[in-house]
């Protein structure tokens, strides 16, 4: 049975979206300053994001993929060109309405698990969402392990709790910086599935960074991949696979070209498009 899978390439930031953009990336340059001169992460990087859109971002370690997630969450500042949201040029973290998982799980050492959960609300003073934090406890696998500290947690579930911390809040915008790296394939391909379910349900726009090309994809509504460093745009694929997706549309033919063909692209560092 064919899965109807189609994917498209582009090697321009694909459609302006204008002002109806979510997230705007307008010539993002980030320039770090360090002990051996300056060193040049993210290089005119445009892209814009629909509201809703699941984009995914692959690229060769140290291109540049937390500097980009980084700079889109406010949490530090770009040294040309800037990031929208929703029109407005980032300055700063706004945590109501971006969520974000980090490559490492950041929970702190002193509360259990439910603990540092909860911290996120405490700190927004938001309610919780003691539903919704269940759910996702139970999903995750960790509804057992609410009492326990960090340093009594595998570091896959840290991740996990990194992960339902910044789900049960329900951001309009979800940042995920390679959350499912330290997962075994089995649990990646479960959280994948979760991801998925609650992405449907919530409408969210979630920008997920991974090294994972089969992950990329049968997540994505666009895969982005990025150049080795400079950090640059260097393909856009539009993948058309029908949803909700499972698990058996990534052993179609299909997927699998597709995964070639992306490896290539990520291999060779991809063809930097002209910045103008
Ligand atoms: N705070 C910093 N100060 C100086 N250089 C930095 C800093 N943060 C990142 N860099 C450098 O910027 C480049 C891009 O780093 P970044 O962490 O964004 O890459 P990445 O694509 O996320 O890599 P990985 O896939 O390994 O996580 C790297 O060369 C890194 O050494
Ligand atoms: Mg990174």
């Given amino acids: ?19 109806q953009a979510k997230i705007r990336c307008d010539q993002a340059t980030k320039v770090y300053e360090t002990q051996t001169g300056q060193l040049v992460a993210l290089d005119h990087f445009s892209l814009d994001i629909a509201a809703g859109e699941l984009v ?9 993929k937390t500097t980009l997630l980084w700079s889109m969450s406010g949490l530090h500042g770009l040294t040309d060109g800037q990031v929208l949201i929703d029109g407005t040029a980032v300055s700063g973290p706004r945590p109501d309405t971006v969520g974000m998982v980090f490559q490492e799980a950041n929970l702190l050492p002193w509360r259990n698990l439910r603990k ?17 934090i269940e759910h996702l406890l139970e999903q995750t696998g960790l509804a057992g392990f609410t009492k326990a500290f960090p340093r009594e947690l595998s570091g896959g579930m840290q991740q996990r709790a990194s992960i339902v911390r910044a789900l049960a809040q329900d951001p309009e915008i979800l940042l995920m910086d390679e959350p499912f790296s330290a997962l075994d394939a089995f649990t990646r391909d479960e959280m994948n599935r979760l991801l998925l379910k609650l992405w449907e349900e919530s409408g969210q726009t979630i920008v997920f960074v991974t090294h994972n090309i089969s992950e990329a994809i049968f997540l994505a509504d666009r895969v982005v991949v990025m150049t080795a460093r400079p950090g640059r745009l260097a393909h856009i694929y539009n993948i058309d696979l029908p949803r909700p997706r499972n698990i058996d549309m ?3 033919p299909h997927f699998i070209e597709l995964i070639q063909d992306v490896k290539r692209v990520v291999e060779t560092g991809g063809h930097a498009i002209e910045v103008e």
């Fill in 1 to 19: 049975m064919s899965t109807g899978l189609a994917a498209t390439g582009s090697s321009t930031g694909g459609e302006p979206l204008g002002d």
């Fill in 116 to 132: 540092n959960i909860d911290f996120a609300f405490e700190i927004r003073k938001k309610r919780k969402n003691k539903e919704r």
């Fill in 250 to 252: 990534t052993f179609e």
């Fill in 56 to 64: 995914t971002i692959l690229g060769p370690s140290g291109c540049g």
